[in-house]
């Protein structure tokens, strides 16, 4: 036989804090059963800023370095054909590419899988419940915080309660660009204009709609509008 690792070309989506494993299962070499003290297992790992490579994990068929604290090749599974390498509490600073280069002599196979890490946003907007005058003019926020990378994407919509339309409300809008917190993680605001024209807005339903890469969903934050009568006027269109 001849030494190979299964390749999955797909990145591997971690979120911050989380444990993850990036695989290296393998094939094909001619001893059976699996001799360790024939094995060497090297993980390394590429950062997308740099093309320097710096070395995660060592085990030379006796001893093990864990250059990345925490990382570890359980010995079980390597007898079960499986250099996986599993990382803890995982930081933005594990993101990467990793190379698993695997020996088992006189064989060598080497397969690289890519690390993404990523923090979910939240979001809250300024008000739950607008109330309003007919034909007057405020303005509510959103706001958007927690999340990494800083690729965001909001868009605001408003649910006619009269009518179950929905309408998308880009022109009103302004979107700041994404500030970076403390914690290497991002915040970014979006302001609404909300001009009622008429009193069947009564019950209309604004959402903030967030988009990111940790979201398998769309994230949503909503207010009520409230339409009431100028002051002194009947309740007429």
């Given amino acids: 036989g001849k030494l190979q690792i299964y390749r999955d070309d797909s990145?591997?989506?971690?979120?911050?804090?989380?444990?993850?494993?990036?695989?290296?299962?393998?094939?094909?070499?001619?001893?059976?059963?699996?001799?360790?003290?024939?094995?060497?297992?090297?993980?390394?790992?590429?950062q997308p800023s740099s093309n320097t490579e710096q070395r995660?994990?060592?085990?030379?068929?006796?001893?093990?370095?864990?250059?990345?604290p925490g990382s570890y090749v359980p010995k079980d599974r390597l007898l079960g054909q499986d250099a996986s390498l599993h990382l803890p509490n995982i930081q933005f600073s594990d993101e990467g590419e990793y190379t698993c280069h695997l020996i088992v002599t006189p064989e060598k196979a080497i397969s690289a899988v890519t690390l993404l890490v990523s923090a979910r946003p939240t979001c809250r907007v300024s008000d739950s419940r607008l109330e309003m005058h007919k034909g007057t003019e405020r303005s509510v926020t959103c706001y958007v915080d927690g999340f990494h990378p800083n690729d965001v994407k909001i868009h605001w919509v408003r649910e006619s309660k009269a009518s179950n339309i929905t309408y998308k409300l880009d022109s009103q809008t302004c979107t700041s660009v994404p500030v970076q917190n403390q914690d290497g993680t991002y915040n970014v605001t979006s302001v609404l204009s909300v001009t009622p024209k008429t009193l069947e807005e009564d019950g209309d339903v604004y959402s903030c709609v967030i988009s990111h890469r940790s979201l398998k969903h769309r994230l949503t934050c909503n207010f009520t509008l409230s339409v009431k009568s100028p002051p002194g006027k009947y309740k007429s269109q």
Avoid: H, M
């Fill in 11 to 46: 990145p591997i989506e971690a979120l911050l804090g989380n444990d993850v494993t990036l695989p290296c299962q393998f094939y094909g070499y001619e001893e059976s059963p699996l001799n360790l003290s024939k094995v060497s297992v090297r993980w390394t790992k590429r």
């Fill in 56 to 68: 995660v994990y060592f085990f030379d068929g006796k001893d093990i370095t864990p250059d990345r």
